[in-house]
């Protein structure tokens, strides 16, 4: 499938420490995502990198994508009070959706 | 009109009822995803909707349906609702096929649906 599945489950940190997350998914994929969901809101696109990225960035975010592990990580750096929040991962066409990690920013 | 709209934002039913929940797409995007998330969990994909058809489905039964309209307005329908049917439900919408930023998908607020 190509359901993303997040790890760990949960993290807290303090604020100013990086927050790393991993994804990891079961079949092929042309792309990978990361979503960022507030508390019973909707998700928000973070970054999306592509198969044959193995690199990306964005402000303060960091994705990586080893499409031979097929795994992905996110890394926030400085994290800050305002990251806290579920990040969800998913792979190409369906968009399918792990139980995410949910980070805790304590300021 | 940009964004996601979702309507309503809350609603209380009881077991056995049916219920509709409606989605406005974001201007130009022709393909709309329905998503069933239950507290503490991920979003479930529920379907997805491309011109009208439905052109993939999540491991919900049959009386889960949906609906795009020709504007790419979107319904869900549940039928004989559970009580395990209490969540929040997500809608999202993106373009297909796209250029940079296809397959990213842009969600609305959600309805989050109590059975009683």
């Known amino acids: 499938s190509q359901q993303g599945e997040e790890d760990p489950q949960a993290l807290s940190i303090q604020e100013g420490e990086n927050a790393t997350m991993n994804c990891s998914y079961k079949?092929?994929?042309?792309?990978l995502q990361w979503y960022r969901q507030n508390s019973g809101r909707g998700l928000v696109h973070l970054i999306l990198?592509?198969?044959?990225?193995r690199e990306k960035h964005s402000g303060r975010l960091r994705v990586t994508l080893d499409t031979s592990k097929k795994s992905s990580s996110l890394l926030i750096t400085a994290s800050r009070a305002a990251d806290t929040a579920s990040y969800f991962c998913?792979?190409?066409?369906?968009?399918?959706f792990g139980k995410g990690t949910k980070l805790t920013v304590n300021p | 009109e940009t964004g996601v709209t979702q309507s309503p934002t809350h609603l209380i039913k009881t077991r056995g009822q049916q219920v509709t929940l409606r989605c406005s797409s974001q201007?130009?995007?022709?393909?709309v995803s329905w998503y069933q998330q239950a507290l503490g969990q991920g979003p479930q994909f529920i379907f997805q909707?491309?011109?009208?058809?439905?052109?993939g489905r999540g491991n919900f039964p049959p009386r889960f349906s949906g609906l795009q309209f020709p504007n790419y307005s979107s319904e869900l329908n549940v039928n004989a609702l559970e009580l395990d049917d209490s969540a929040l439900y997500l809608c999202?919408?993106?373009?297909?096929?796209?250029?940079?930023?296809?397959?990213?998908?842009?969600f609305g607020a959600g309805s989050r649906l109590t059975v009683l």
């Open positions: 999202a919408s993106r373009q297909i096929p796209g250029g940079t930023g296809a397959n990213v998908l842009t």
């Open positions: 079949t092929s994929i042309n792309n």
């Open positions: 990198i592509r198969s044959n990225e």
């Open positions: 998913a792979g190409s066409e369906k968009l399918v």
């Open positions: 201007s130009g995007h022709n393909t």
């Open positions: 909707y491309y011109r009208e058809e439905e052109n």
